[in-house]
């Protein structure tokens, strides 16, 4: 009975409960992802920041509530995920156990270039639609 008042109170929490969230749906396109190694890797390396983003959020930030759905994905929450990558040099100083275990390769944190931001959010938006 409580769920039905949530629904009818919140639908869009009721739809975003019966959809995957964006990390699966990543996951899912890889699985069936046909094109070549190169762009293969470059979603993977999309999916490793995009996880790291969430975590972030949920484990330092203490943010529970964050999800992202590929059919509600806001612009706020875009603009936080490329401010995220931008500074994540930036908080891999500030936080080095919480990236310590989720980096494959520990060098030493540097800024991205504009180019490489920019892609990454290409590759985002390429992904939402």
Do not use: W
Request: net charge neutral; hydrophobic share 35%; glycine share 4%.
């Amino acid at each position: 009975m409580r769920q039905g008042i949530e629904d009818v109170l919140y639908p869009a929490r009721a739809s975003e409960r019966d959809l995957p969230n964006l990390l699966t749906r990543i996951h899912e396109y890889l699985e069936k992802f046909d094109g070549t190694e190169r762009t293969k890797e470059h979603i993977v390396r999309f999916d490793r920041k995009m996880s790291r983003y969430h975590n972030y959020h949920r484990e330092i930030l203490d943010e529970t509530a964050l999800r992202l759905f590929v059919e509600t994905v806001s612009l706020e929450q875009m603009n936080g995920f490329r401010d995220y990558v931008v500074n994540e040099h930036l908080l891999r100083q500030e936080y080095p156990d919480f990236y310590t275990s989720r980096l494959l390769i520990n060098h030493k944190p540097r800024p991205l270039s504009g180019t490489t931001g920019i892609n990454i959010m290409n590759l985002f938006c390429t992904f939402l639609h």
